[in-house]
């Protein structure tokens, strides 16, 4: 089975500091690989998505993700964090295959950004 | 409807009871999931259809676990003889496709407490 990992649980930031978050996961066939964002209250949803071509992949709100083939890694940044981008995020990984209907997620990251 | 909706939002249930947990999936979206999500955890795969036939039900823990979609859209999971470690936040996702998945919309999720 695939299993998706961050290593970071918790981050904390102040406002317009740089945010890196670490995904890396375990498979060694074709991916799509997603970073999807809990706002507090809210549902989770897409904050982007890589399925092939340019693995610097730029998503909603200034994020942004780079796929690292041989690293089997997707790590999230953002240049300059605001307040409202705190937040739980969750990297995930979707096989192609016989597997294709199952999507794999990471434990998650809390972000919090101070004003 | 404009997203996916998820009833009820909160369930408290001794252990013992039988619950039932609603999916309202995006209109003409195919393909329907249900996730478990424990306290501190990402989401972990549990079920699948594709309009009305269940695809994969591998990641039901037991067979007390059962969910049916009968025409396709709406989705029931239902859990007998709840355990105090069926609790967790229940999530429906639901994408448009009915081969590989691309993006999943997600409700907001049942958190199901059992005493």
């Known amino acids: 089975a695939q299993s998706v990992s961050q290593h970071n649980h918790h981050v904390i930031l102040s406002e317009a500091a740089s945010l890196e978050l670490g995904c890396n996961y375990s498979?060694?066939?074709?991916?799509?690989l997603f970073w999807y964002v809990q706002y507090p209250g809210q549902h989770l949803q897409l904050l982007l998505k890589y399925f092939s071509g340019d693995p610097l992949v730029k998503g909603i709100k200034g994020f942004e993700a780079e796929f690292i083939k041989s690293k089997f890694s997707f790590n999230l940044r953002k240049p300059s964090v605001q307040w409202s981008d705190t937040a739980e995020y969750f990297c995930a990984v979707n096989a192609r295959g016989a597997d294709f209907n199952k999507f794999y997620f990471g434990s998650g990251t809390k972000l919090n950004v101070k004003p | 409807g404009a997203g996916v909706s998820q009833s009820p939002r909160y369930k408290v249930a001794k252990r013992g009871q039988d619950v039932a947990l609603r999916c309202d999936p995006i209109?003409?979206?195919?393909?329907l999931f249900w996730y478990q999500q424990a306290l501190g955890q990402g989401p972990e795969f549990l079920t699948y259809f594709q309009n009305e036939a269940q695809l994969d039900k591998s990641g039901l823990p037991s067979d007390r676990f059962f969910a049916e979609r009968p025409e396709g859209s709406v989705s029931t999971l239902k859990i007998q003889r709840t355990q105090q470690e069926d609790s967790a936040v229940y999530l429906c996702a639901s994408s448009k496709s009915g081969g590989a998945p691309g993006e999943l919309f997600f409700g907001e999720g049942s958190r199901l407490t059992v005493l």
């Open positions: 209109s003409g979206h195919v393909s």
């Open positions: 498979y060694g066939g074709t991916v799509n």
